[in-house]
T-cell receptor, first 111, second 112 residues
Framework: SQTIHQWPATLVQPVGSPLSLECTVEGTSNPNLYWYRQAAGRGLQLLFYSVGIGQISSEVPQNLSASRPQDRQFILSSKKLLLSDSGFYLC??????????FGSGTRLTVV | GENVEQHPSTLSVQEGDSAVIKCTYSDSASNYFPWYKQELGKGPQLIIDIRSNVGEKKDQRIAVTLNKTAKHFSLHITETQPEDSAVYFCAASINNNNDMRFGAGTRLTVKP
């Protein structure tokens, strides 16, 4: 069966520090991968998606970047965090005509 | 692109009552409509989905209906229980491509 791992679960980082969130998928190959952000009490905002290694599409301009160095690995990064980067970050995968499967999320607080 | 609107934003019901959450979509080409349940501090979990070739789908106490002509779909939860309390998201896409669009979410509270 397929599983998605996302870490860390919580993170507190100072303004101006770098960020690296990692997501890996097991049990499938060539998945579509997604990064979403959810502000407190708000909906899901798509940040990036990837259909293959090295292929990244950005939905909104921002202080963040994404990379896919391996088929089942998706990384969300920032060189310098802003207060507005605080939120709940979710990784998800899909393949074929099925719904997205989300990870357990990372709660990022920038102080 | 697709735009999904979801109502209400909050819903409070008494245990045992039914709850209905409604969504509308704008792109008539959308043909896949999943519903997700998000519990506090967790990622959303797919609970039921419907494709455009059917009008209704049931799974125990939850059901989803789709009206393609009116471009709206609804989630129905019967005999609600406190553990149904969560945020529910609807979504729409064309063949589950990278165009999935989510509603803003409904916070459901089931009071014991």
């Amino acid at each position: 069966s397929q599983t998605i791992h996302q870490w860390p679960a919580t993170l507190v980082q100072p303004v101006g520090s770098p960020l690296s969130l990692e997501c890996t998928v097991e049990g499938t190959s060539n998945p579509n991968l997604y990064w979403y952000r959810q502000a407190a009490g708000r909906g899901l905002q798509l940040l990036f998606y990837s259909v293959g290694i090295g292929q990244i599409s950005s939905e909104v301009p921002q202080n963040l970047s994404a990379s896919r160095p391996q088929d089942r690995q998706f990384i969300l990064s920032s060189k310098k965090l802003l207060l507005s980067d605080s939120g709940f970050y979710l990784c998800a995968w899909s393949r074929g005509f099925y719904g997205y499967t989300f990870g357990s999320g990372t709660r990022l607080t920038v102080v | 692109g697709e735009n999904v609107e979801q109502h209400p934003s909050t819903l409070s019901v008494q245990e045992g009552d039914s709850a209905v959450i409604k969504c509308t979509y704008s792109d008539s080409a959308s043909n896949y409509f999943p519903w997700y349940k998000q519990e506090l501090g967790k990622g959303p979990q797919l609970i039921i989905d419907i494709r455009s070739n059917v009008g209704e789908k049931k799974d125990q106490r939850i059901a989803v209906t789709l009206n393609k002509t009116a471009k709206h779909f609804s989630l129905h939860i019967t005999e609600t229980q406190p553990e149904d309390s969560a945020v529910y998201f609807c979504a729409a896409s064309i063949n589950n491509n990278n165009d999935m669009r989510f509603g803003a979410g409904t916070r459901l509270t089931v009071k014991p």
